[in-house]
């Protein structure tokens, strides 16, 4: 077991691995109810971090941060370097551009079909042709097993299909940091599989860095290149998925078997 800030053990010819975000005593409370209490966690570029945590347990809190559309009562976000808490607005946007995010409900514009929904972040933020839209449009389903549906309406997608519409919408920009807030909710096991493996596939496909908050202990290590466990506000601790297995403390343990001690109550 590492301490919840020890880097990634690096190979011993390498240079020590920079974080590519660093969450440093992170605290946040909504009307007096403390949420963070002191967060801390290191995530190294090109992993697949994953955060695990109870219902209520502060996960999409925690997320939003990372990202600033949350600002912490005290405490940092340190992304490449740059401190995200202290940044001048036009260094937090700088910042944000980086990251690519798939919230919890998927979120789709349900007004517009699944081809203009991933091509949405493209017409607001590139200057690309109609004919460049198109192409990554395609690239990206392709990417999340999806090729072909672009003039589907959203509401003929099943749920599955949406989260993924979701992923390919995150990773139309080429962000380096990808962030997904529970992809498996809601989902039944074999599409729940499926999600996972279209994660995966991501993570080899694509240089990117990526968290993902889940409560789901089977897609956890599936995905999980190091798992972190959030409770009470902190990180209990950080392990390798053979690892984390292992630790004794009893409430991981009792996550482990799908039997939660007493949790966050609101
Ligand atoms: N904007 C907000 N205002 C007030 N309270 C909030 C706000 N956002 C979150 N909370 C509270 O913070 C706590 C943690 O919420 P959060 O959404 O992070 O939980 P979670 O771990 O993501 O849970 P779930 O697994 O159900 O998604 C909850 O008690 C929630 O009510
Ligand atoms: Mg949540």
Not at 66 to 89: F, K, S, Y
Not at 176 to 199: K, Q, R, Y
């Amino acid at each position: 077991m590492t301490s919840p800030s020890a880097p990634v053990p690096a190979p011993a010819d390498a240079t020590p691995a920079v974080p590519r975000i660093a969450v440093i005593d992170l605290w946040k409370a909504f009307r007096g109810k403390e949420v963070l209490r002191g967060v801390n966690l290191e995530v190294t570029a090109g992993e697949s971090f994953v955060i695990l945590g109870g219902s209520g347990a502060g996960k999409s809190v925690l997320l939003k941060h990372l990202i600033g559309l949350i600002q912490p009562d005290r405490g940092h976000v340190v992304v490449d370097g740059e401190d995200l808490t202290c940044a001048e607005p036009a260094v937090c946007l700088q910042i944000r551009r980086k990251f690519g995010m798939s919230f919890q409900e998927g979120a789709l514009f349900d007004s517009m079909n699944v081809f203009e929904n991933v091509a949405f972040p493209l017409r607001r933020h590139t200057r690309m042709t109609e004919a460049e839209i198109a192409d990554r449009v395609h690239e990206c389903l392709q990417l999340v097993n999806l090729d072909g549906i672009g003039r589907k309406a959203t509401n003929e997608l099943s749920g599955g299909m949406r989260r993924r519409v979701g992923f390919a919408r995150a990773i139309a920009l080429q962000p380096e940091i990808l962030l997904f807030d529970e992809p498996n909710t809601g989902l039944d096991p074999l599409t729940s599989a499926v999600i996972d493996e279209v994660i995966i596939g991501m993570r080899d496909r694509l240089p990117v860095t990526m968290v993902t908050i889940t409560h789901d202990m089977r897609s956890a290590f599936r995905i999980a290149d190091r798992i972190a466990m959030l409770r009470d506000g902190r990180i209990l601790a950080v392990a390798q998925p053979e690892e984390f297995r292992q630790l004794p403390d009893p409430y991981i343990q009792g996550f482990l078997a799908g039997e939660p001690l007493e949790e966050e109550v609101a």
